[in-house]
Nanobody
Framework: QVQLVEHGGALVQPGGSLRLSCTASGSSFRDYVMSWYRQAPGKQRELVAE???????SYSIPVHARFTASRDDSANTIYLQMTNLKPEDTAVYYCNARWSSTDFWGQGTQVTVSS
C-alpha cells in the first residue's frame, strides 16, 4: 500500500511558474512508475507527465517544453516544475503511483492560473 500526498498548488498569474511535489509513504518507491495527472472542471482526468523507474520522462503535448517532471528516490518524492503557465493549465493535479497493474492516487492539489 502506498499513500501519496501532493503539495504546492496555488493561484498563479499567466506566464508564472509553480512547483508541485508528491511524497509517498511505504517502501520500494523506486520500483513504482510515477505520474502526474490533472483534471479540469467538466473534463476527464488526463496524463501530464510520466517518470519511469530510473528517471526517464515523457510528457503530454500541451505541457511539453513547459513542464519538467523529476523524482528523488532517496526522498520518496516526485516533482513537477511548471513554467509559462496558461489559464488552460487550471486543474486539480494528482500524483499517481503504479506497480504492475495497481494504481495509487493522491488527494490532488489545485492549480489555478488567472490574472
Amino acid at each position: 500500500q502506498v499513500q501519496l500526498v501532493e503539495h504546492g498548488g496555488a493561484l498563479v498569474q499567466p506566464g508564472g511558474s509553480l512547483r508541485l511535489s508528491c511524497t509517498a509513504s511505504g517502501s520500494s518507491f523506486r520500483d513504482y512508475v510515477m505520474s502526474w495527472y490533472r483534471q479540469a472542471p467538466g473534463k476527464q482526468r488526463e496524463l501530464v507527465a510520466e517518470i519511469r523507474r530510473g528517471g526517464g520522462t515523457s510528457y503530454s503535448i500541451p505541457v511539453h517544453a513547459r513542464f519538467t517532471a523529476s523524482r528523488d528516490d532517496s526522498a520518496n518524492t516526485i516533482y513537477l516544475q511548471m513554467t509559462n503557465l496558461k489559464p488552460e493549465d487550471t486543474a486539480v493535479y494528482y500524483c499517481n503511483a503504479r506497480w504492475s497493474s495497481t494504481d495509487f492516487w493522491g488527494q490532488g492539489t489545485q492549480v489555478t492560473v488567472s490574472s
